[in-house]
Antibody
Framework: QAQLQESGPGLVKPSQTLSLTCTVS??????????WTWIRQPAGKGLEWIGR???????NYNPSLKSRVTISVDTSKNQFSLKLSSVTAADTAVYYC??????????WGQGTLVAVSS | QSALAQPASVSGSPGQSITISCTGT?????????VAWYQQHPGKAPKLIIY???DRPSGISNRFSGSKSGDTASLTISGLQAEDEAEYYC??????????FGTGTKVTVL
């Protein structure tokens, strides 16, 4: 079973870019067997799928966030990353990275809280 | 892309069975058998408990079962136990290389 670990700043200022990295162990991103996904959850609210990336770098995004999101992969480091631009308080959430195996999220990171505040 | 509709809360006594519904549209739940269910305890990451409508990952109790009829998927928990108290989310592939989650259901064991 893959282990995933999110990392990045816990505080981002409004209008700036949120950047997170997910480090994968126990599996190889370059194996090509999975998509690698970001999901978020505001406090006390539900889950929201942000997007996913394949080992080739091909990505798919939530239409509601597409204009602000970039998900990329670094196979040499076995990592994938999330960038969300022009953040507001509404982007404050716990951000999870997860492995997508045939349209199911079967391994998850523990999540990292990102607050947007000046 | 609207969230799939789930009841906000469902409760039951130990040993009872409960069912959680997940209603989408003919473009997601109704069209694809890529419906999954996740269990989330407070402060923890979600955990996959059902995938492809009715399959269980290895290690998941057979007290959890899934089904689908039309645009609505369902999760049934039989023999309810105290440890089943958690938030439950459904998800569906939408066909445009995207996914949508349900609104979430809090299960309370009375």
């Amino acid at each position: 079973q893959a282990q995933l670990q999110e990392s990045g700043p816990g505080l981002v200022k409004p209008s700036q870019t949120l950047s997170l990295t997910c480090t994968v162990s126990g599996d190889s991103i370059s194996s090509g067997s999975y998509y690698w996904t970001w999901i978020r959850q505001p406090a006390g609210k539900g889950l929201e799928w942000i997007g996913r990336v394949y080992s080739s770098g091909s990505a798919n995004y939530n239409p509601s966030l597409k204009s602000r999101v970039t998900i990329s992969v670094d196979t040499s480091k076995n990592q994938f990353s999330l960038k969300l631009s022009s953040v507001t308080a509404a982007d404050t959430a716990v951000y999870y990275c997860a492995r997508d195996y045939f349209e199911k999220f079967d391994s998850w990171g523990q999540g990292t809280l990102v607050a947007v505040s000046s | 892309q609207s969230a799939l509709a789930q009841p906000a809360s469902v409760s039951g006594s130990p040993g009872q069975s409960i069912t959680i519904s997940c209603t989408g549209t003919s473009d997601d739940v109704g069209l694809y058998n890529y419906v999954a269910w996740y269990q989330q305890h407070p402060g923890k990451a979600p955990k996959l408990i059902i995938y492809d409508v009715s399959d269980r990952p290895s290690g998941i109790s057979n007290r959890f079962s899934g089904s689908k009829s039309g645009d609505t998927a369902s999760l049934t928990i039989s023999g309810l136990q105290a440890e089943d108290e958690a938030e439950y989310y459904c998800s569906s592939y939408t066909g445009t290389y995207t996914f949508v989650f349900g609104t979430g259901t809090k299960v309370t064991v009375l």
